[in-house]
């Protein structure tokens, strides 16, 4: 497996680019369902369906016990999140995140993330989402360009726009 990148809480994203972090939690919590990517076995990618949670500090993935996107998580934790796009507007951008899932395995800690929010019943899966990079792609107000503002921990952000 190659060399994992530097990763990061969302609380720390937050601190560190706070309106770039509002934008994309206007993204993700716009919709419900998102769009996760991680690794097969053999290396090739796999998309699945998703719910992600915000628990400050963290960004939260939760999943049903022994599904294949866990079991992918568990093995290489590699991930990729596309924010549900909408409608295809560009209103409020096009949110994607990088980085590392983080299972949480104790279970007092496990009981104290999901206090007040509804699990399912049963076993699941709960990752910690560690960031590596956040890119929220928008439409300049004077619709002419795209802007893409990219964070990376201890970067800031980065600001291009393009024709």
């Known amino acids: 497996?190659?060399?994992?990148?530097?990763?990061?809480?969302w609380g720390s994203f937050a601190t560190e680019a706070p309106e770039l972090a509002a934008a994309v939690e206007g993204r993700l919590t716009a919709t419900k369902h998102h769009v996760l990517a991680s690794l097969r076995l053999d290396g090739s990618p796999r998309?699945?369906?998703?719910?992600?949670?915000?628990?400050?500090p963290d960004l939260m993935l939760g999943s049903m016990p022994a599904a294949v996107k866990a079991r992918d998580l568990q093995r290489d934790p590699r991930f990729a999140l596309h924010a549900n796009?909408?409608?295809g507007s560009m209103e409020?951008?096009?949110?994607?995140?990088?980085?590392?899932?983080?299972?949480?395995?104790?279970?007092?800690?496990?009981a104290a993330l999901m206090d007040g929010v509804e699990a399912p019943p049963g076993p699941m899966h709960l990752f910690r989402l560690q960031l590596s990079e956040v890119v929220l792609t928008s439409l300049h107000p004077d619709g002419d360009r795209l802007v893409i503002e990219l964070w990376r921990p201890g970067q800031g952000v980065e600001r291009t726009e393009r024709a």
């Open 1 to 9: 497996m190659p060399a994992l990148p530097e990763t990061t809480s």
């Open 47 to 56: 998309v699945s369906g998703t719910e992600v949670v915000l628990r400050p």
């Open 85 to 87: 796009p909408g409608d």
């Open 92 to 110: 409020g951008g096009d949110a994607k995140l990088s980085g590392l899932a983080v299972e949480v395995t104790d279970q007092d800690e496990l």
